[in-house]
């Protein structure tokens, strides 16, 4: 039993996308395909993954490093206890031999990518979707059949004004969802204080709209935002700070009494715990965002919530970034808080199983094996060119 | 006045190292030329620079990303305000362009590679050691002949034992090094006492040894460690933590009296920032090695050493992490506190000019016009492959 092929190829996300901090014109995402000798419905068992968005395409760190190091492992070195399923967190120790400490970055999202691509792997082979099968192993087996799931939009583009922005508002509503977040920062303060009360007149209250920063605020810009911001009682406030400033995030939380959101630009488990002991995150409200396919995958993940939970921190209070197929099933898996969506943007890299519901805000689960790409068309069909 | 081509190569850097943490048979780095249209003596000037050693090569993002931004780039937009040779600050700025905020590593090993070999063009066209340039632009133009320099050694290898170790703290100090720096943290507690004891008896007392833990230790190691090595009053104690537990790094000052040293995994101006409010690092004796080629180049390490400045800290506290003509210049432009040598390791990856001398713990510079690469001739050899 073993993985006989790791093939990846680089796409353009083709955005036109904007946020305070950067556009996503050159935005590309590494697409893996784990292909393995066990055969399921007469075919090899093959998993997949992406990059999730915002980082770029990381396919030469796979080529030159990751993926040398695993076909080059003795097959039973990858294999769980049973010997009948491969064991992610072999594939990571695997990956990770000869990488120098710190620097995470560089190689954390290569990693992650195929790493979660195994355990669509070890998910399909075990007949189960991959939901089940972390909840199963992390969860004491609680069983979702729905997810908290909010809206990551109202983006900034050329021409678009209040009224278009609350047209993606009211779509988004007609589709089911109830909490939309949008971008501010990237306007003057009265401008952005006219999209969030705009915003306000059509979803049911402050908690059911969030604001993103996008980490483009200086200390002067953030202490200015926070107190225009406050009286809205906001269901949170994203990414007010450089993800690292980890003091002005401190002098935030004293002095903006709702909850701020961040981690979406922090790739480490030590990243994590800084972030959340320096910059002294409250754990009675504060949201904490690491996108899991960019930080080292999904067992590492396991690790991050175990360092929180002995910090006091419970996992509601984890929104993973990523509004995509992967996130989904960790949500659902570990019992998080929600899950992001971006409907309408960044193409086959956004959404979830095409014949998704989202009602009240929740979205049903898919039964499908693994992570079930294989339910949304347009993307499966980039990976199933890589297996076949 | 413009750039005409930035080439690149992935080279092994085909070393049998070994330190605590991981070993070096798979490291590559990247070797960068920036080729200009600015004449000097009748062949156009060419800028270079490698990756220092420690992070693999980081081709692709150059070839994906940064050298399509800077050839698109008006060459105008590129230059000072003279117009008369080019303005790496700007470079930077061009390089960072759809950039997310935070995840440093994934690219700043990239740009700050291209920034060097930048640097290293337009001190070409003033005819001035990069040196000199960074002294009259950073250093109030303090004009350095010498440079303090320590030996970046005592690395494990197989069958390397406590006379092998003494053979080579004993080449070192004739070829007129003072001060070594050994590996620890490979072997047991009771058999790296006996190498630092074993250098003891060879170099000039405690002052002239250093120590390198690599990242590796864990709390209760670090403290073992810590407790059992404070009595040798050692020059310094290097990574006794992972880079980025700072907290750990805060309870190290306050239980290790000695000097302490880090900052060699660290790749931005914030994490540095970071690293000494949250480690409590102490100004007046503890090093920082953040590595410049690494951390986005020169312009934004002249930004660090500001900030560090604001904190308390002087420039004779920062020792840059690799032993190379790039780090040697920004030491001695800079007025830092020294600079690293890697002798008979890294293959054409370490080392200075060919013609250094070294007396009395001190490194003569060379006068050559920019990095001085042309002074290393295998290395050399290598870039000039490049551009030729």
Redesign the interface.
Known sequence: MKVTAIREI?VPIGSSLRNS????????TSVVAVVTDVIRDGRPVVGYAFNST????????MR??LVPRIMKAAPESLLDASGSNFAPEKFLACMM??????????RS?AVGTIEVAVWDAVAKIEDQPLHAVLSERFNHGALARQVSCYVGGGWYAPGKGIAQLQDEIRARLAEGYTTMKIKVGGASLAEDLERVEAALHLVDGGAHLAVDA???FDRQRAHTYADALAPYALRWLE?PT??????LLAELTQRYAPPLATGE????T??I??LV??GRLRPDRDLLQMDVAQSYGIVQFSRTLEMLKAQGWQPSAVYPHGGNLMTLAVVAGFGLGGCEAYPGVFGPFAGFHDDARIENGMITLSERPGIGFEGQNELYALMRSLSS
């Open positions: 680089s901090a950067f556009d996503f014109s050159e935005m590309t915002g980082r770029y395409a990381c396919g030469a760190q030159d490093r031999q000869r990488e120098k400490p710190g620097g995470h970055t560089e999202v996008n980490a483009t990414e450089d993800p690292l400033d980890f003091s630009n922090l790739f480490s030590q990243d715990a800084n002991r320096f």
